[in-house]
């Protein structure tokens, strides 16, 4: 998990209030990605990010939203947390974005919606 | 679409057993297969990968994967399992330039 940070790596929320999560790495890679991590589901990618200010959708977005202004730093914020929302968010980084290298990952948040 | 399937949710192995997590894929193109593991509130690590060569690929902790083009399967292995080898473990595809496809998982007990 060396030089990829996500803070916090626990919280607890109400439903309805805004919630941000961060990834910050220091390895100076292009491409960042939001997963989130269920029982049953392995990892489902949320949005990833391909450079500063350049992002996209992944396979379940809805109800999350990202930015990047800094190549090391890519939030990610449930603009109105759902208890469907609790869950283990992973932050992932990629050198290159042809997937030769594989990711290298964070040690997770842990989200709970209340 | 892209698409991998682990079919065991869980796999219980004696120490010293050989062990084998299986892993079947669905890509277009040629694929580049991964495996990584994660232990408990942990990220995932990389284990090894499978890019382009030798069919057999030896990565971190004595694991060990098998690219069978014919049957699209990548099962990791292990001669000889450890009680710490107990995690869960993950296999990835993509077609190159797009991104991973993670499977739903394996748990990995190894009992003594």
């Known amino acids: 998990d060396a030089g990829i940070t996500q803070s916090p790596r626990h919280k607890v929320t109400e439903t309805g209030t805004p919630v941000t999560l961060r990834c910050h790495q220091t390895?100076?890679?292009?491409?960042m990605y939001w997963y989130r991590q269920d029982p049953g589901h392995g990892l489902r990618l949320i949005h990833y990010?391909?450079?500063?200010?350049?992002?996209d959708k992944g396979e379940v977005s809805d109800g999350y939203s990202v930015s990047r202004s800094k190549t090391e730093d890519f939030l990610l914020t449930l603009e109105s947390a759902t208890s469907s929302q609790t869950s283990v968010y992973f932050c992932?980084?990629?050198?290159?974005?042809?997937?030769?290298?594989?990711?290298?990952f964070g040690s997770g948040t842990r989200l709970t919606v209340v | 679409a892209q698409s991998v399937a682990q079919p065991e949710d869980q796999v219980n192995v004696a120490e010293g057993n050989p062990l084998t997590v299986k892993c079947t894929y669905s890509?277009?193109?040629?694929?580049?297969l991964f495996w990584y593991v994660q232990y408990p509130n942990r990220g995932l690590q990389f284990l090894l990968k499978?890019?382009?060569?030798?069919?057999l690929v030896k990565g971190s902790y004595g694991f060990e994967a098998e690219f069978n083009k014919s049957q699209t399967s990548f099962h990791l292995k292990k001669p000889s399992a450890l009680v710490s080898d107990s995690a869960l473990y993950f296999c990835?595809?993509?077609?190159?330039?797009?991104?991973?496809?993670f499977g739903t998982g394996t748990q990995l007990k190894v009992e003594l």
């Open positions: 992932a980084t990629e050198m290159t974005g042809e997937g030769d290298y594989g990711y290298t």
């Open positions: 390895e100076n890679h292009r491409y």
């Open positions: 990010s391909y450079g500063v200010k350049d992002t």
């Open positions: 890509v277009s193109g040629n694929p580049y």
């Open positions: 499978y890019i382009t060569g030798d069919n």
């Open positions: 990835a595809v993509t077609g190159g330039g797009n991104k991973l496809t």
